[in-house]
């Protein structure tokens, strides 16, 4: 039991490219979630799924999508990256009925 | 919309003193309320939460917390730091009735003093 994974942990991009960050539970959740935290911002909520095939906006979802096609797997696409997205992207989960969210160990992003 | 206050950027405590991390929430309703710690390059992981019942909530590590809904604060305690306890604190609430969002606080850094 892995628990809540993240792919790839540290990623360099250069300003304008894409790409997609991968998160993965295999604890059968129905929620998802994909946070970025700044220093003393603690973490704001870009967007959330709620069930798999379904996605909504969070707190700072500008610049970011998101696809939910299975259960386990949530996908974070950037396609077309800026300095301001520079950030570590943190993904979570959590079944139905409990309101713990379960983190991954975070991907660490810098956009040039 | 919920909202967390945790007013100290940095607490810092002896070793076998008591550590306390303050947090105030605003939410419409009942909250559900949680302390998450992350140690360094590491993801957050779930303390204790408050949802319903005794106002007193004991975690993992020997942390509890206590629920003031007049004061609307959610206070994380330990009576006895340890070193390991060195870490970044966060404080997050929900609404009771409302999304299925949880609103940080920007989190305090401890620092345990050998």
């Known amino acids: 039991n892995a628990g809540v994974t993240q792919t790839p942990k540290f990623r360099v991009l250069k300003t304008g490219q894409s790409m997609t960050l991968l998160c993965a539970q295999d604890?059968?959740?129905?929620?998802m979630y994909w946070y970025r935290q700044d220093p003393g911002m603690g973490l704001r909520l870009i967007h959330y799924?709620?069930?798999?095939?379904?996605?909504a906006k969070g707190e700072v979802p500008d610049g970011y999508n998101v696809s939910r096609l299975k259960k386990q797997n949530f996908l974070l696409g950037l396609e077309s990256a800026a300095p301001s997205q520079t950030s570590v992207y943190f993904c979570?989960?959590?079944?139905?009925?409990?309101?713990?969210?379960?983190f991954g160990p975070g991907t660490r992003l810098l956009v040039l | 919309a919920q909202s967390v206050a945790q007013p100290e950027d940095q607490v810092n405590v002896a070793e076998g003193n008591p550590l306390t991390v303050k947090c105030t929430y605003s939410v419409s309703g009942n909250p559900y309320l949680f302390w998450y710690v992350q140690y360094p390059n590491r993801g957050l992981q779930f303390l204790l939460k408050y949802i319903t019942g005794d106002n007193l909530v004991k975690g993992s590590y020997g942390f509890e917390a206590e629920f003031n809904k007049s004061q609307t604060s959610f206070h994380l305690k330990k009576p006895s730091a340890l070193v390991s306890d060195s870490a970044l604190y966060f404080c997050a609430v929900r609404a009771y009735y409302g999304n299925n969002r949880l609103a940080f606080g920007k989190g305090n850094q401890v620092v345990v003093i050998p």
């Open positions: 799924s709620v069930g798999e095939g379904t996605t």
């Open positions: 604890m059968n959740h129905e929620y």
């Open positions: 979570a989960s959590r079944e139905g009925s409990s309101e713990t969210q379960y």
